[in-house]
């Protein structure tokens, strides 16, 4: 059965960092680009990040452009989302979903954010930051 467990949420203080981990099972990782959405209570699913299947390439939503930092471990068949300077607004459950979708362009292969291309979700971890 192919599964994705995201791990590491928690609460925290503004100001304070989270590392979010996201593991596969049943299928490996390194032929699929990943994904980290979030969902706050009352609002819309929004893209975090993603990043390709080589780890080349990824991208961030512009919230969190500059504290938050995706890197993978194939080897590991392992993902991680590196969350720093956290903000009260970030506060929302966080989602990893794999897809074997990418961007072919010139430069390589892009991670895609459309979360409509993605086929296998985690059932999310909740980051909670307040004081």
């Known amino acids: 059965q192919l599964q994705l467990v995201e791990s590491g949420g928690g609460l925290v203080q503004p100001g304070g960092s989270l590392r979010l981990s996201c593991a596969a099972s049943g299928f490996t990782l390194n032929t699929y680009g990943i994904g980290w959405f979030r969902q706050a209570p009352g609002k819309e699913r929004e893209g975090v990040s993603c990043i390709n299947s080589s780890g080349g390439n990824t991208k961030y939503a512009h919230s969190v452009d500059g504290r938050f930092t995706i890197s993978r471990d194939n080897a590991k068949n392992m993902v991680y989302l590196q969350m720093n300077s956290l903000k009260p607004v970030d506060t929302a459950v966080y989602y990893c979903?794999?897809?074997?979708?990418?961007?072919?362009?010139?430069?390589?292969?892009?991670?895609?954010?459309?979360?409509?291309?993605?086929?296998?979700w985690g059932q999310g971890t909740q980051v909670t930051v307040s004081s």
């Open positions: 979903a794999a897809t074997l979708v990418e961007d072919i362009t010139a430069v390589g292969t892009m991670c895609v954010f459309d979360a409509e291309e993605y086929d296998y």
